[in-house]
């Protein structure tokens, strides 16, 4: 089962910073996403393109999950080379992640 199965997402940037909503489908989803999306399981599936910690946050009241991935830009969207300078791929590659 990818995320994508279970859950939808939106990410952006923050400076060097990106920030991941993942959002449960169902409320049954939210417990599983809360079990298998860890913040250390996060980093691994992104390797190289997150330099600094990952962060998990909990938000139960709406079935979300907060990651924010400290030196995931490259310095940012002003000083970065690459495609996605705003980090708004990252949620597409998150909801690709096997659980």
């Known amino acids: 089962m990818k995320v994508i199965d279970i859950a939808s997402a939106r990410s952006g940037d923050k400076n ?3 920030n991941i909503g993942v959002m449960a489908r169902q409320p049954e989803h939210y417990a599983l996403l809360k079990e298998k999306l ?3 399981k996060v980093k691994a599936h992104f390797g190289d393109l997150i330099k600094g910690e990952v962060v998990r946050y909990e938000w139960d009241a709406i079935e979300s999950l907060n990651f924010v991935c400290h030196g995931a830009l490259d310095g940012g969207a002003s000083r970065s080379l690459r495609m996605d300078t705003l980090g708004k791929n990252f949620s597409s590659h998150l909801l690709r992640m096997e659980l």
């Open 38 to 40: 860890t913040a250390d």
């Open 16 to 18: 060097n910073v990106c």
